[in-house]
């Protein structure tokens, strides 16, 4: 039996992105898939694009951002946050009907506006292609792993964890299914919530360190001793120090601007907390400390045990009545060109 071709482009390529591709390519060898991935990558980055294919990640490479995406059922975005408009001014008009923009990008309420300007749209104004916003979490084996380079990338990234899918109001179900197919066929789970929703957890799990580190270093420098605090820095106290870095200015700053009106409930809880260990150091004696230590210690491993079972409970798909496996091959069973009566 042959196999239903799948074209996917992946629009930047970074650790996650790639091992996405990596993942896909691996299920292109499994003896009952009923789907063929045919993987392009595009990046303005050559040692990006040289890396991913030494890998075996890319059946072809584009170095034209506009042209990889022309002939793709799935486009994998993965741009830092200052490049996300740039993105979909130049690839928007050239996604063929029935298109899924899958967007990995931590910022997904500036996604939706974007994909709203910038995404095709008929002679009467209804959506040619989709967005979909995705996020996926990676498995416990790589929790600690901060390495973002393409270099990193694992075929099994991302394998038993989650896949966080944040659609618009206004995307239809078929393209919203394409996004919980690819998680089934990752062998990945996946979880509904709204974008904003989405948006919100990003501000705590990766903007709120961002603020962390940037306000730890200010503190060092501002104290009294910094100088001597500085030279004396060893790589617990680096590795943290380096997360802004890690991401670079530029994207830092971006970040720090989309997320900035929700970061402020933040910022207090974490201070709420920093001033109850502040009670604690001035009030508890040396074997309730320990006692703290230890708790939190056991905190952190039944979390982690948690995680690797992924048994947090699980949401219920949005309802889907139409179209095979990815959305029957895309085109929505027609949905990306002519049947618009049912929306």
């Known amino acids: 039996m042959s196999k239903l071709q799948v074209k996917v482009a992946v629009v930047g390529l970074d650790r996650w992105s ?9 299920q292109n060898q499994q003896p009952k898939a009923a789907l063929q991935f045919v993987i392009t990558g595009q990046d303005e980055r050559k040692d990006h694009l040289r890396t991913a294919q030494e890998l075996g990640a890319l059946d072809a490479v584009e170095e034209k951002m506009r042209l990889v995406v022309r002939q793709a059922d799935i486009v994998l975005l993965s741009m830092p946050p200052r490049d996300l408009e740039f993105a979909y001014d130049v690839f928007g008009g050239q996604l063929k009907p029935g298109a899924v923009v899958l967007d990995l990008s931590p910022a997904k309420l500036a996604a939706v506006a974007l994909a709203e300007k910038h995404l095709p749209r008929d002679a009467e104004g209804h959506s040619q292609a989709y967005l979909v916003g995705v996020y996926p979490l990676v498995h416990n084996d790589y929790l600690y792993d901060t390495n973002r380079e393409v270099s ?21 179900g078929e393209a919203i299914k394409v996004a919980s197919d690819l998680a089934e066929i990752l062998q990945m789970r996946s979880r509904f919530m709204t974008p904003d929703e989405l948006d919100a957890l990003i501000h705590f799990t990766e903007t709120l360190p961002l603020l962390v580190s940037l306000g730890l270093f200010r503190a060092m420098r501002e104290q009294d001793g910094g100088q ?4 004396s820095i060893n790589p617990n106290l680096a590795r943290f120090l380096n997360l802004p870095r890690e991401m670079g200015a530029k994207d830092v700053a971006a970040l720090l601007g989309q997320h900035q009106p929700f970061l402020v409930p933040h910022l207090d809880a974490l201070i709420s907390s920093l001033q109850g260990l502040r009670a604690d150091l001035a009030t508890q004696s040396a074997e309730g400390l320990a006692d703290l230590a230890r708790k939190h210690q056991a905190a952190l491993e039944n979390w982690e045990d948690q995680r690797l079972k992924n048994n947090w409970g699980q ?3 949005p309802e889907i009545t139409r179209g095979g496996m990815l ?5 929505f069973g027609g949905l990306g060109r002519n049947d618009r009566s049912r929306r």
């Open 152 to 172: 990193a990338a694992h075929r099994h990234l991302f394998l038993g964890s989650d896949l966080l899918i944040s659609p618009a109001a206004n995307v239809p």
């Open 315 to 317: 949401e219920a798909p």
């Open 18 to 26: 790639t091992s996405l591709a990596l993942a896909l390519r691996e």
């Open 327 to 331: 959305g029957g091959v895309l085109g």
């Open 228 to 231: 001597e605090r500085e030279r």
